[in-house]
């Protein structure tokens, strides 16, 4: 009944009039690319910036939001909103069942509680912006990062199309290459205080999760503006 209510909780709190004017300019972008069939360099629309050097991380999303927009109108975006935010809610799930071994119904309830509690205080942010998707990426990096610990398996690789995904729909991509910096340094950690017998049990050196870190910034490039990117979020 508990995750019941929180689904539907989730459902309702991306459901909401457009309050966020961003929206507007955002879905014109969207359609200028589709007329003119390329991804702008320079601002186009303003008087006093024309010309200017533009690198638009958000152009994927703001592709999508005028398609939707074109077919369903600007009012479908925030059911978009909220299927994304449901996505959100289940890796965040199922990392819980990782990291905590969520294995009775007390500790179930303090999960979607808790869960609860979040998607209340993070309402102001479900407002139709192309960050939502930065929100689900990053619950799926720490989810398919924290399944490697136990199964070690090469699925860990999805994240680098995932990577360029996001690279492309908004500008906190940045956030995944960190997300994976940090479990690599962690798990390096880990297995020299292993080695050192500081900790007990078994711990193998992390190759897949250090190979991985390169491959993960060098498919950030993987954008209309390339080598740009990567200085983007400095």
């Given at each position: 009944?508990?995750?019941?209510?929180?689904?539907?909780?989730?459902?309702?709190?991306?459901?909401?009039?457009?309050r966020?004017?961003?929206?507007?300019?955002?879905?014109?972008?969207?359609?200028?690319?589709?007329?003119?069939?390329?991804?702008?360099?320079?601002?186009?629309?303003?008087?006093?910036?024309?010309?200017?050097?533009?690198?638009?991380?958000?152009?994927?999303?703001?592709?999508?939001?005028?398609?939707?927009?074109?077919?369903?109108?600007?009012?479908?975006?925030?059911?978009?909103?909220?299927?994304?935010?449901?996505?959100?809610?289940?890796?965040?799930?199922?990392?819980a069942?990782?990291?905590?071994?969520?294995?009775?119904?007390?500790?179930?309830?303090?999960?979607?509680?808790?869960?609860?509690l979040?998607?209340?205080?993070?309402?102001?942010?479900?407002?139709?912006?192309?960050?939502?998707?930065?929100?689900?990426?990053?619950?799926?990096?720490?989810?398919?990062?924290?399944?490697?610990?136990?199964?070690?398996t090469?699925?860990?690789?999805?994240?680098?199309?995932?990577?360029?995904?996001?690279?492309?729909?908004?500008?906190?991509?940045?956030?995944?290459?960190?997300?994976?910096?940090?479990?690599?340094?962690?798990?390096?950690?880990q297995?020299?205080?292993?080695?050192?017998?500081?900790?007990?049990?078994?711990?193998?050196?992390?190759?897949?999760?250090?190979?991985?870190?390169?491959?993960?910034?060098?498919?950030?490039?993987?954008?209309?503006?390339?080598?740009?990117?990567?200085?983007?979020?400095?």
């Open positions: 009944i508990v995750a019941v209510a929180t689904l539907l909780v989730a459902f309702v709190l991306c459901i909401k009039g457009v966020e004017p961003d929206i507007w300019w955002q879905i014109r972008t969207g359609e200028w690319i589709l007329e003119n069939k390329t991804i702008p360099t320079q601002d186009v629309f303003s008087y006093t910036y024309e010309g200017a050097s533009w690198v638009n991380v958000k152009w994927g999303s703001e592709v999508l939001f005028a398609l939707i927009q074109y077919t369903l109108g600007a009012e479908f975006i925030f059911l978009l909103q909220a299927i994304v935010v449901l996505c959100m809610v289940f890796f965040l799930y199922k990392t069942l990782l990291f905590h071994s969520i294995n009775n119904q007390s500790s179930t309830i303090v999960y979607w509680l808790s869960m609860l979040f998607l209340i205080g993070a309402e102001y942010r479900f407002i139709g912006r192309p960050e939502m998707f930065s929100h689900l990426l990053t619950s799926i990096f720490v989810y398919v990062l924290f399944k490697h610990r136990t199964t070690q090469n699925a860990l690789f999805i994240l680098i199309p995932l990577q360029i995904v996001w690279a492309n729909l908004h500008e906190a991509f940045g956030i995944g290459l960190v997300i994976a910096a940090v479990f690599t340094v962690g798990e390096w950690i297995y020299y205080l292993h080695k050192k017998n500081i900790l007990h049990g078994n711990s193998s050196k992390p190759i897949k999760l250090t190979a991985l870190l390169p491959l993960l910034i060098l498919s950030t490039i993987i954008n209309p503006y390339g080598y740009k990117l990567l200085t983007k979020p400095f």
